[in-house]
């Protein structure tokens, strides 16, 4: 890995995929992205590992799509790249991943911390899609996933002016979880990590398809898909674990099975 590194067990339980580029403010060039596709992947299949953080530095969580790797490129390039499928691959991660934002998070850097399923900031952290100053729009998932969190309004002003959202704006509309001091913003997203780690990962893998799923479909669908998901959860031996340690009146033991 030459962009990132890994920390499999950063925390107990929780993994670590710190973007390594400072020099460059974290811009995400292809091999970035392919990297972090693989750490997904090889972090998703291990069982020791329950809640992934994927995180920058203070200046910069990522300032965006490596403009300098795309500026001369053809559509026709871009389309043989496909690089939006290694995006894909990211966004169909079955753990939880909670995106640590400092600093900048911009254009695909902000599309990369909307992929993840829950951002923590630092005080410090600033939001936004400017490709409309460099003369074309958001393409990993901005439009969509921005306007969805924020609304309407306030996602096509931030995506046709460009304008940086500080993270106070973005709490208020619901763009992320919490706002810490600069030198908390990761050790916060470790304790959240971690709250989800002690809970059945089977439950919590669930429950986080089901999540998104309220993004694809229909509320019929959604209640359907849900519903499925809920009796499955009862084919666990986590669940039966977790009601009886209530009635027991003691802390449940998850086993993943
Ligand atoms: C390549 C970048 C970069 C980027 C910063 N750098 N952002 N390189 N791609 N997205 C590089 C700069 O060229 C510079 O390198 C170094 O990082 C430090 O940046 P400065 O501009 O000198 O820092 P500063 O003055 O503090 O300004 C910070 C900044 C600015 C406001 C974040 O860098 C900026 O506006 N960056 C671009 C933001 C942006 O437009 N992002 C969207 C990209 S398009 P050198 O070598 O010159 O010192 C996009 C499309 C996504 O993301 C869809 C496809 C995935």
């Given at each position: 890995m030459e962009f990132i590194i890994v920390t499999e067990q950063y925390a107990p339980a929780v993994a670590l995929i710190q973007l390594n580029r400072p020099k460059e403010?974290?811009?995400?060039n292809r091999q970035l992205m392919e990297e972090v596709r693989d750490a997904l992947k090889g972090l998703d299949a291990?069982?020791?590992?329950r809640a992934i953080i994927i995180t920058g530095n203070e200046q910069a969580?990522?300032?965006?799509?490596d403009i300098k790797q795309m500026a001369d490129m053809s559509a026709i390039d871009m389309l043989l790249i496909d690089q939006f499928s290694t995006w894909d691959q990211i966004r169909k991660t079955k753990k939880p991943v909670i995106a640590a934002v400092s600093g900048f998070a911009l254009g695909g850097g902000c599309e990369f911390a909307m992929t993840c399923d829950m951002i923590v900031a630092s005080e410090t952290a600033t939001f936004g899609q400017p490709e409309i100053k460099i003369g074309t729009l958001p393409g990993a998932g901005g439009t969509q996933r921005l306007t969805r969190a924020v609304g309407k309004a306030k996602a096509m002003e931030l995506i046709l002016t460009g304008r940086f959202m500080p993270a106070e704006e973005a709490l208020t509309h619901g763009l992320i979880n919490k706002i810490v001091p600069v030198e908390m913003y990761l050790k916060e997203a470790v304790a959240l990590a971690q709250e989800i780690a002690r809970m059945s990962p089977v439950a919590v893998q669930l429950a986080k398809e089901a999540v998104n799923r309220s993004f694809e479909t229909l509320l019929d669908e959604g209640l359907a898909f849900e519903r499925k998901n809920f009796y499955l959860s009862f084919a666990s031996a986590d669940q039966k674990e977790g009601m009886k340690a209530f009635i027991e009146k003691r802390k449940p033991n998850y086993t993943g099975k």
């Open positions: 403010l974290n811009a995400l291990n069982a020791n590992v969580f990522a300032a965006g799509a």
